[in-house]
């Protein structure tokens, strides 16, 4: 009897692989390699900016937006700043219990103390539920607020509110 094993990859590098797969035409999607981007950029579609580290969220909320905004996901603060610098982003959407050094709170309060993104709305997107946490949330910065799993109906309307506000205020 012939017995083959095969390496079973870790934990990080399967979620890793994952948001790869999930996210393959948004890392893709960079100005120099994609006229496609520019081209989406220009026609007045939102950009949501997605600061979050679990693999299944991020697809989640990329199969819930793809169709009416272009996301870029982050899943640390540094990717969050490349992205800030990269594009014009409408929306944050900001998970509070990012693995690492920095949480949600204090990327925001960073945002806030930033200049030059300090206007941009950010949505907590959080499994924190308390009134406390909300309290803590708003007290950061946070523009809004939603709990895991989200009521998606609120959700979108106050995306799109929100997303749309620099278009209504530029005309």
């Not at 981007?37 to 937006?65: C, F, H, N, W």
């Not at 693995?99 to 103390?113: A, K």
């Not at 959080?126 to 939603?146: I, V």
């Amino acid at each position: 009897m012939l017995v083959t094993t095969q390496a079973v990859p870790s934990q990080r590098e399967f979620e890793r692989s994952v948001v790869r797969a999930a996210t393959r035409n948004l890392t893709m999607d960079i100005p120099e390699r994609s006229p496609d981007r520019a081209a989406k950029q220009d026609a007045g579609v939102p950009v949501v900016l997605l600061v979050e580290d679990d693999p299944s969220t991020i697809i989640y909320m990329t199969q819930l937006l793809k169709t009416q905004y272009r996301i870029v996901a982050a899943r640390c603060a540094a990717d969050m700043w490349d992205e800030l610098q990269r594009n014009s982003i409408a929306v944050v959407l900001m998970d509070i219990a990012l693995r690492g050094n920095t949480d949600g709170l204090q990327l925001t309060r960073q945002i806030r103390e930033s200049g030059a993104h300090a206007a941009i709305p950010v949505i907590a997107v959080t499994a924190f539920a308390s009134e406390q946490d909300r309290q803590r949330c708003l007290a950061a910065g946070c523009t809004a607020y939603f709990t895991k799993p989200i009521n998606t109906k609120m959700f979108l309307q106050t995306l799109k509110e929100l997303a749309l506000r620099p278009l209504q205020d530029a005309q």
